[in-house]
């Protein structure tokens, strides 16, 4: 099924995960409706079920993925909530996230790759100017590996990017009920997709979900060099 589904637009491929249960809720299914992919990656590419490469050794995610992470997500992509998406990349996820929480949340998107950042603030100005104009979405550059305590501490974080560990950081600025979503493993190995909980008392609970394949989390120089 993934990869090989190719829609002529973005309500036709959004409709194809729904019908295929990859989308089950109404909620993402609205946001993923709402934001159009075409505007954040390659327009004649956009609407194929697979990643994208979008410059500097960084991919935006398939879709199918995208929308796999917000029903992760969902119960804590709640109204007048906090979300990170970590890689933030050409900008996608984040105003998907920021849709999902509202007119009162903020969704922080990170990257470490200041052309990305700026790509990011374009194309969210392009699709949905109103979520810049009214501070729904921050865009900052730094290292996502160490989270952005400045917003803190989350409903949801989402990484973009497979980590080699668990990162530390991103758990220490978790909301008590938030939930973290990150791709653990070495590159071009066995990776596997981990839902993260922090329980209201503060306990930590993990839990392996499904095999992925995804860009390492690294360093800006690095990054450049993949590029």
């Known amino acids: 099924m993934y990869g090989r589904y190719h829609g002529r637009n973005n309500q036709e491929l959004i409709q194809h995960l729904r019908r295929s249960r990859v989308i089950k809720s109404d909620r993402v299914f609205e946001a993923m409706n709402s934001?159009?992919?075409?505007?954040?990656?390659?327009?004649?590419?956009?609407?194929?079920?697979?990643?994208?490469?979008?410059?500097?050794?960084?991919?935006?995610?398939?879709?199918?993925?995208?929308?796999?992470?917000?029903?992760?997500l969902e119960e804590k992509l709640r109204d007048g909530g906090r979300a990170l998406d970590v890689?933030?990349?050409?900008?996608?996820?984040?105003?998907?996230m920021a849709i999902m929480i509202g007119p009162h949340g903020l969704a922080i998107g990170i990257d470490h790759i200041p052309e990305l950042r700026m790509m990011?603030?374009?194309?969210?100005?392009?699709?949905?100017?109103?979520?810049?104009?009214?501070?729904?979405?921050?865009?900052?550059?730094?290292?996502?590996?160490?989270?952005?305590?400045?917003?803190?501490?989350?409903?949801?974080?989402?990484?973009?990017?497979a980590a080699k560990e668990l990162p530390q950081a991103l758990i220490d600025q978790l909301a008590p009920g938030g939930r973290l979503i990150v791709p653990m493993g070495?590159?071009?190995?066995?990776?596997?997709?981990?839902?993260?909980?922090k329980t209201m008392d503060g306990k930590i609970k993990q839990r392996p979900l499904i095999s992925v394949v995804f860009v390492p989390l690294t360093d800006r120089e690095r990054q450049y060099r993949r590029s």
């Open 35 to 72: 934001v159009d992919r075409g505007k954040y990656t390659h327009p004649s590419h956009a609407y194929i079920d697979a990643p994208q490469g979008i410059g500097y050794g960084v991919t935006i995610s398939a879709p199918h993925m995208h929308a796999y992470a917000l029903e992760l």
């Open 87 to 96: 890689g933030s990349g050409s900008g996608y996820l984040t105003a998907c």
């Open 120 to 161: 990011a603030e374009e194309n969210i100005r392009h699709d949905h100017p109103e979520l810049l104009r009214d501070g729904r979405v921050e865009l900052v550059v730094g290292d996502g590996r160490l989270g952005y305590p400045d917003r803190g501490p989350y409903n949801a974080i989402h990484v973009g990017a």
């Open 186 to 197: 070495p590159e071009n190995s066995d990776q596997t997709l981990v839902q993260v909980d």
